[in-house]
Every structure is written in structure tokens, then in C-alpha cells.
């Protein structure tokens, strides 16, 4: 227990633990709760239940095809050394196909008999949370997990490109779920930031059931005019709310109310 890496694994825990009850402590979590009275713990058990199931079921899955294709050849990486350009462009080109593939077949599954067969159950959660990346119908997480082997099955890719891949799809499942916007204000303001999808782009997508389908970005939403007119204008009112919150957790002398909940 006193290795480097066990210290190492140890610090990382105690850093992010740290950093999440200071967070609950000073109100950094609540100011920026993107529906502050948008909790239910009976959705958070169901969707805790769910994400097991889906979990057992597209894990063996996708691991057996995964394993299946390597053993047949059809999936092998670029073992030599490669420059920083090369591991940018082959993530890159992930990242794009990606988004293309998440966007079209999740506008897809927002159609009538597939939304009921397969997509609805992930729209149970109407204010999103860190457990509803994972709760979905399992044929909808191996139609999006199923990527990655496509991917690799048609390119071959460096080892180092993988090891950027499989964080982002866990990375943006989670952030985009979490219910809590973290983007600063000028994010939808930059010309080079915009184009990248917020906690608040996805979580309006859960509240309202259509529009904003990005996976990755706003690129193709903007393109076919399905993201929502006010995105913006309500990602304003909530940084406007982390604005006026108290620096320094709950003042109940502060005269400052709890901003309501986003409108339509």
C-alpha cells in the first residue's frame, strides 16, 4: 500500500474528493445547477437499475465483438512512433465522424416507432444526471458504443489515438449529463468555442425531447436548424445566476433569492 502507484492512485482520489465537497460547501455545485428543482430520487434509483442491466448487457456484447475482430485481424493499431500531428488528425477525424454518426442516428431514434422501441427510456430522466449517460435501452448503447469498433475495424489507428478516444466518450457522456454547467459565459460567445456542445446544450435536449442532437459539437444542429433558438440566450440567464449567487455558500441574510427554474 505504500508504492508509488498506490500513492499516486491515493492522491488522485483524495484531490478529486476534495475538490467535490468544496464545491458542495462554498455553493460552486448549486449556482451552477442547470435546474435547480429538477432532482427526483425515484428517476435516480430507476435510471441506477437500468444503467446495471445495460451495463452487463453491452459490455459483453461489445467487448465479444471487440475481442472477435482483433482475433480476425480486422482490428490492429500503428505500434510505431508517431508525431503529435498525426495522433491530432486520426482523433480528429474520430471526433467528426463521431458527431456525424451520434447526430443523424439520434434524429433518427427521435422518430416514431424507434423513439418508443429504443430512445425513450433514456428520456425518462427530464433533468439529467451523472447516472443517466448509462441509463438507456441496451440496443441504443450498443448502436452508439458500436462506433468505436467500426471505427477501428475501417482505420487503423495509433495506440495513442485510442488512449484520446476512449476518456472523450466517457468525459462528454458524463459532463453533458451532469445537470451542471461549468462553461464560462463567453464560451457561446467565441467564434472557436461555440461550435462545441455545454451541459446546458444537452440538458435542454432531456427538457424539451427535440433539438440540440449533438454528440460532440453544434456543428450539425446549426447546419439542419434543429438547435434550440433560445440555447443561448438561456445559457445567459444561467451564468447570470452563478453571477448574483454568494461567493461563499449559504447567506440567508444575502437578500438574494434563488433564481427560478429556466423557461420556455
Given at each position: 500500500m505504500t508504492t508509488g502507484d498506490h500513492l499516486l492512485r491515493l492522491w488522485l482520489i483524495l484531490f478529486v474528493a476534495t475538490g467535490i465537497l468544496s464545491g458542495i460547501v462554498t455553493g460552486y455545485f448549486k449556482a451552477r445547477k442547470i435546474q435547480p428543482r429538477g432532482f427526483k430520487w425515484k428517476t435516480f434509483r430507476n435510471e441506477a437499475l437500468v444503467a446495471v442491466v445495460t451495463l452487463a448487457i453491452s459490455g459483453k456484447i461489445l467487448?465479444?465483438?471487440t475481442a472477435w475482430l482483433k482475433a480476425q485481424g480486422w482490428v490492429a493499431f500503428?505500434?510505431?512512433p508517431a508525431g503529435w500531428w498525426m495522433i491530432a488528425l486520426e482523433y480528429g477525424?474520430?471526433?467528426?465522424?463521431f458527431d456525424t454518426y451520434f447526430y443523424w442516428l439520434h434524429r433518427w431514434m427521435h422518430k416514431e416507432p424507434f423513439y418508443s422501441w429504443i430512445h425513450k427510456l433514456h428520456h425518462k430522466s427530464t433533468s439529467p444526471n451523472l447516472l443517466t449517460t448509462l441509463s438507456v435501452n441496451p440496443l441504443e448503447s450498443i448502436i452508439n458504443?458500436?462506433?468505436v469498433p467500426l471505427f477501428?475495424?475501417?482505420f487503423t489507428v495509433h495506440d495513442?489515438?485510442?488512449?484520446?478516444?476512449?476518456?472523450?466518450?466517457?468525459?462528454?457522456g458524463l459532463y453533458v449529463h451532469s445537470g451542471y454547467e461549468f462553461m464560462p459565459r463567453w464560451w457561446n460567445r467565441s467564434w472557436a468555442t461555440k461550435w462545441f456542445i455545454t451541459a446546458t446544450f444537452h440538458d435542454q435536449h432531456h427538457r424539451y425531447f427535440n433539438g440540440n442532437y449533438g454528440g460532440y459539437t453544434t456543428i450539425w444542429d446549426r447546419i439542419c436548424g434543429t438547435i434550440r433558438p433560445k440555447f443561448e440566450a438561456d445559457f445567459e440567464k444561467l451564468k447570470d445566476r452563478v453571477a448574483a449567487a454568494p461567493r461563499t455558500g449559504p447567506q440567508p441574510s444575502s437578500g438574494i433569492p434563488m433564481a427560478p427554474d429556466l423557461a420556455e
Open positions: 467487448g465479444g465483438l500503428q505500434n510505431a477525424l474520430y471526433f467528426l465522424l458504443g458500436g462506433f477501428l475495424t475501417i495513442a489515438t485510442l488512449m484520446l478516444i476512449l476518456p472523450t466518450n466517457i468525459f462528454m
